[in-house]
C-alpha cells in the first residue's frame, strides 16, 4: 500500500497518542540541564556559558549534549562562501579539534551574548543571539557573530533543535532585530 497524507492525517487521534506515548521516549535517560528560570533562552545562555571557559579547563561535553534534542544539526560558516553542517558528535569533533589545534586549553575561551531575540509560538522557540568571540591573550579583538537557534520543549524542559550561524560582514550586516534599538 503507497503511502497516503489523507489517511495520516484522518487517522489523527491515533498519530497524536502515538506521539505522545512514543517521541518523548527517546530522551528518557539524558541528563536534564539546569534552567536559571525554564524558558528557551535560558537554554541557550547555558549554553553560552559552558562553551566559554577558562585557561586550564575545556567544556563539560556530557552537559552540553543535555541541551540538545537527539539528530540536532549544527550549521556554522566556515568561509566567505561556505558552512559547514554537523550532527551533534561531528560539532563537538569540530570544536575538539579547534580547542587543540589553537591550543585554546592554554589561554580558556570567551563567547559571550550581547543581545537575544525571542519568539515562542506553543512549544517551539526561534532564538536570535549577537554574540562576540575571543581567544583571551591573542591580542585580536572579539569577533562578532549572529547564532539562530530553533528550540522544542519537551517534558523535561526546552532542547535545541538546530543552530545557524551567519558572520556580519559590510554586506550582511546584523539583523534589525539585533541591533541596538531591536
Request: hydrophobic share 40%; aromatic share 12%.
Amino acid at each position: 500500500m503507497a503511502f497516503s497524507p489523507r489517511r495520516l492525517f484522518s487517522s489523527a487521534p491515533f498519530l497524536a497518542v502515538f506521539l505522545f506515548l512514543v517521541w518523548p521516549s527517546s530522551l528518557i535517560g539524558q541528563d536534564t540541564p539546569a534552567e536559571v528560570d525554564g524558558t528557551a533562552v535560558a537554554v541557550v545562555y547555558e549554553l553560552y556559558d559552558m562553551v566559554t571557559f577558562p585557561a586550564g579547563t575545556t567544556p563539560d561535553w556530557d552537559d552540553f549534549r543535555g541541551l540538545f534534542l537527539p539528530g540536532a544539526v549544527v550549521v556554522l560558516r566556515s568561509s566567505r562562501t561556505a558552512s559547514s553542517v554537523f550532527d551533534l558528535e561531528g560539532f563537538i569533533g569540530d570544536w575538539l579539534r579547534f580547542i587543540e589545534g589553537s591550543n585554546i586549553e592554554e589561554t580558556g575561551f570567551t563567547e559571550r551574548i550581547i543581545r537575544t531575540h525571542e519568539t515562542v509560538f506553543g512549544d517551539i522557540a526561534h532564538v536570535w543571539v549577537l554574540y562576540e568571540a575571543e581567544i583571551p591573550g591573542w591580542g585580536r579583538p572579539p569577533q562578532q557573530g549572529v547564532d539562530s537557534f530553533q528550540l522544542v520543549r519537551r517534558p523535561d524542559g526546552w532542547r535545541i533543535a538546530s543552530i545557524t550561524n551567519e558572520i556580519p560582514t559590510p554586506e550582511r550586516p546584523i539583523p534589525d532585530l539585533l541591533g541596538e534599538g531591536g
